[in-house]
């Protein structure tokens, strides 16, 4: 819901991770530190490199044009981190992390199977 406001109004978060989530005392999530928001004013007019490097989309990385679409590829990063217990990306240096992002035909979770990580620890 945040995230879709903040877009319906043009705005792109671009640091989206989950230091950056918080829960309120009603239990309802909410979005912290619009450091690095900006208003876009056009699709794929943003060419500003920032935010957390693990949590980056690669067109941000790439140094290419990019748009609201970021925020989607960090929720995704933090989703699968939920989801599958490790990060999809995560690489002991940044360069290392940079040969990880999405390929084609590429296998990211670790276990087969039924086997899954519940959300305990996040």
Request: net charge neutral; hydrophobic share 35%; glycine share 8%.
């Amino acid at each position: 819901k945040g995230i879709n406001h903040c877009h319906h109004n043009n705005i792109v978060h671009r640091d989206l991770k989950p230091e950056n989530i918080l829960l309120n005392k009603r239990g309802e999530v909410k979005i912290a530190d619009f450091g690095w928001s900006t208003r876009i004013q056009s699709p794929y007019s943003l060419t500003t490199t920032c935010g957390t490097f693990s949590y980056t989309a690669p067109e941000i990385l790439r140094h290419l044009p990019y748009g609201k679409s970021v925020d989607i590829w960090s929720i995704g990063v933090i989703m699968f981190i939920m989801l599958g217990g490790y990060h999809p990306f995560d690489a002991p240096e940044e360069t290392q992390t940079m040969l990880l992002s999405p390929r084609e035909n590429m296998t990211l979770m670790k276990n087969s199977g039924t086997e899954y990580h519940p959300m305990q620890n996040f």
